[in-house]
């Protein structure tokens, strides 16, 4: 498919649906969680008649927003993408968002058609002040990436009470995995807190690192035998981003993508009560990574509009502006009409290859 007929809109506009879809068909059996999705998908309509609007305007509004709430984490996990980019760090947080000023975005996301925002960190739990801001947004999916190792029983009565709010716990894959990389114990609590979850009948979902050593692990259906026992209705599969150029040799390749994709289809045939996903996705599907805002964009603690958590460069600050000046910023725009992010390469993150031509469109 060529990029002069190529639809990114009409791209993720049906990834939304098959998202939808696959979500009834994973939690139908959850009545709560039933008659929340069908409003959502009510609301998620909306947002895309919204988007259309936009585009007939000539602006490309994307319906996923990744939002990194805090810049503090209270683990050290080996390979930290946010700790590379110095994004995470142990100093005392300043001139970060309020929970007013997250809550004006999320407002602006709504207003503009955004259906899905992924709150990060750091560790976002930290932030309860946000989330329970997130919570009075039901038009909008909020997943919740964390290390689970905050989850207490305040957060259970939030998470049962607000759908829109779904956990995302990040695991490694058996217990010496997990605690290699998180530290001892934390295997543990990932594993007692999807337990308690489970048994409140509360959606939550896992995300799995890939690299080219462990895909193929993650992927056996033992391992997904393993979640599945467990109640996990959500696997997310993030691909591995040598941020420094370290180990750029457990960075997937197409190979290990094509093997991704073609499982995946498999994992959503034999179980039918979950849902499968991959980050970033399939490139070569989309005509090119889709980042600054030609899928999603990222909104760091600060306020900064970057192209994705990968690649930590700004030139522009939703907390002095609206997220519709932001995505019609300088950079956002060299980068989705400059044919970077359409350009071809091997594994990792294609900002993080060109990070010199990003420095130089930010000096522009």
Known sequence: MSESNFNIQEYLTNGVEIILKDAMRATFRNPKESVFLLKFAKHAKKANRIRESYDKQGKNIPAF?????????????TGCYSRASDACNDET????????????????????????IVLAGGEPMIREDVIIKASNYPEILFPIFTNGTLLDDDYFKLLDDNRNLVPILSIEGNEE??????????????????????NKNI????????????????LSREYIDELHDLGCKVVFFIEYVPMNGERMD?????????????????????YQDMLFMSFPGDEKTSEGCL???RGFFHINSHGGAE????????????????????????????LRDGGILMD????????????????RILKS
């Open 250 to 270: 457990l960075a997937p390749g197409d190979s290990e993508r094509e093997m991704l994709f073609k499982e995946i289809d498999h994992l959503r045939n034999e």
């Open 93 to 116: 947080p300043l001139n970060q968002l309020s929970d007013d000023e997250w809550e004006d975005i999320f407002s602006q996301a709504r207003d503009i058609g955004i259906s899905f």
């Open 344 to 359: 071809e390469h091997e594994g990792g993150c294609v900002l993080f290859e060109h990070k010199e031509d990003v420095e």
């Open 291 to 293: 980042a600054a805002g």
């Open 65 to 77: 927003l990744i939002a990194s709430i805090t810049s503090s984490c209270n683990l050290h996990c």
């Open 177 to 198: 995995v997990t605690d290699s990389r998180r530290g001892k114990g934390v295997y543990g609590q990932l594993i007692e807190s999807m337990k308690l979850m489970n």
């Open 203 to 218: 959606i939550f979902g896992a995300s799995l690192t890939f690299t080219k050593e462990n895909l193929t692990t993650l």
């Open 307 to 334: 192209p994705c958590p990968a690649s930590p460069y700004s030139d522009i600050n939703v907390g002095e502006t609206s997220i519709l000046e932001a995505l019609d910023s300088n950079l956002f725009r060299s």
